[in-house]
């Protein structure tokens, strides 16, 4: 971690932005990213009371377009792509054949014929190599649009005034998971309605030369209502408070939507074969049956944070494994998500405990997620 360029890394249109407002950077798949600019609990915070600011440049869009591009990712894809309408978005999975989790995606129908696929930074060269080799037979063009787009994001109860001070669109109207073209500070971009923190809120896909001016005029607006800038450290502990999976901690090649509790993205309905459907089906069959682990939420009754990878323990046996774990700003107290066995995955399970450095700590098993905002 540092404040100047990493060697051979990638960086955002507002870089050099960062940089001046003091950020603490890092090397994120590839990506200098800042991950705090001050206090990672006061960005936390404000997000979840006020608002946020987000550099998020480093995820990748893939266009998908042409008469058989909705076929396409019907096919490369476990969810119904081809039932999403213009103007929405869904989350969705890629898989291998054998079912296991390549990325979790979010992708929107743009048009009647085009969609953006928003892939994951470490998994975006994946994700774009089994789109493009998935595509072969189809009437469609799978095209790498990682350096078209900036992505910015202003997330917290406050979002809906900032973003509604600059732009004429018809924010009350757009559902979440749902975009639409506009102008944001005269700016042009695509304005969805989705995010990552648990809270209200928008991301912003414009072209980089625009990025600055964008996140300069969302600066200015949200002063009056605390927005604050937001590093990628806030944004994890945030997901984590929501209970959203992230790839190579909950989701991984080694485990299918199933093993993560999120077969309900998996559609057997929809036409056609696809990529993995036969696999997931053994699995959907596995998890209805006997599941070998389940994901819940830890909450620490002391105060020792749990980190990825320490084993969780009953009775002196090892019963499962952390895959992320953090201090809680909103709770007080650290929390984690882990894969359990199935009989120590109910909410109140007596006797669960972390193995942090050889000490069991108590955790109590609760149901995620461990926040969820009012409506």
């Known amino acids: 971690m540092s404040s100047s360029p990493t060697a051979g890394s990638r960086r955002t249109a507002l870089d050099a932005l960062h940089r001046g407002l003091g950020a603490t950077m890092t090397d994120f798949a590839g990506w200098d990213m800042p991950l705090r600019y001050g206090s990672e609990r006061d960005e936390h915070l404000a997000v979840r009371t006020k608002a946020g600011l987000f550099d998020l440049s480093h995820m990748g869009e893939i266009t998908v377009s042409g008469p058989g591009a909705a076929a396409l990712l019907d096919h490369a894809l476990v969810g119904n792509i081809g039932g999403v309408k213009p103007g929405r978005a869904r989350y969705t999975m890629i898989c291998r054949e054998d079912g296991g989790i390549l990325d979790d995606l979010i992708v929107y129908r743009l048009a009647d014929t085009e969609y953006l696929v928003?892939?994951?930074?470490?998994?975006?060269?994946?994700?774009?190599?089994?789109?493009?080799?998935?595509?072969?037979?189809?009437?469609?063009?799978?095209?790498?649009?990682?350096?078209?787009?900036?992505?910015?994001?202003?997330?917290?109860?406050?979002s809906p005034g900032v973003l509604a001070a600059l732009t004429d669109a018809d924010l009350d109207g757009?559902?979440?998971?749902?975009?639409?073209?506009?102008?944001?500070?005269?700016?042009?971009?695509?304005?969805?309605?989705?995010?990552?923190?648990?809270?209200?809120?928008?991301?912003?896909?414009?072209?980089?030369?625009?990025?600055?001016?964008?996140?300069?005029?969302?600066?200015?607006?949200?002063?009056?209502?605390?927005?604050?800038?937001?590093?990628?450290?806030?944004?994890?502990?945030?997901?984590?408070?929501?209970?959203?999976?992230?790839?190579?901690?909950?989701?991984?090649?080694?485990?299918?939507?199933?093993?993560?509790?999120?077969?309900?993205?998996?559609?057997?309905?929809?036409?056609?074969d696809f990529v993995g459907r036969t696999a997931l089906a053994a699995a959907a069959e596995r998890a209805a049956s006997a599941p070998p682990r389940?994901?819940?939420?830890?909450?620490?009754?002391?105060?020792?944070?749990?980190?990825?990878?320490?084993?969780?323990?009953?009775?002196?046996?090892?019963?499962?494994?952390?895959?992320?774990?953090?201090?809680?700003?909103?709770?007080?107290?650290?929390?984690?998500m882990a894969y359990v066995d199935a009989t120590h995955s109910a909410p109140g399970t007596a006797g669960v405990g972390v193995d942090i450095r050889g000490s069991h700590e108590p955790y109590e098993v609760v149901a995620l997620p461990f926040y969820k905002r009012q409506k």
């Open 118 to 158: 928003v892939a994951n930074a470490s998994n975006a060269q994946v994700v774009l190599d089994a789109l493009v080799e998935r595509a072969a037979g189809f009437d469609a063009e799978v095209r790498d649009d990682r350096d078209a787009y900036a992505l910015l994001a202003v997330q917290g109860p406050e």
């Open 174 to 272: 757009l559902k979440y998971y749902a975009g639409l073209p506009g102008t944001v500070a005269g700016v042009p971009a695509l304005i969805a309605r989705t995010g990552y923190t648990g809270e209200d809120g928008f991301e912003l896909f414009v072209k980089p030369e625009h990025a600055v001016e964008l996140w300069q005029a969302l600066a200015k607006a949200g002063e009056g209502v605390g927005l604050v800038p937001c590093g990628l450290s806030c944004r994890d502990t945030l997901r984590l408070e929501a209970g959203m999976p992230l790839y190579g901690h909950e989701l991984s090649t080694g485990l299918t939507p199933f093993d993560a509790g999120l077969g309900r993205v998996v559609k057997f309905e929809k036409d056609g």
């Open 294 to 336: 389940v994901l819940v939420g830890l909450v620490a009754e002391g105060r020792r944070v749990p980190r990825a990878g320490y084993q969780v323990v009953a009775d002196g046996q090892v019963i499962g494994e952390v895959t992320s774990g953090a201090p809680s700003p909103t709770l007080g107290r650290p929390i984690a």
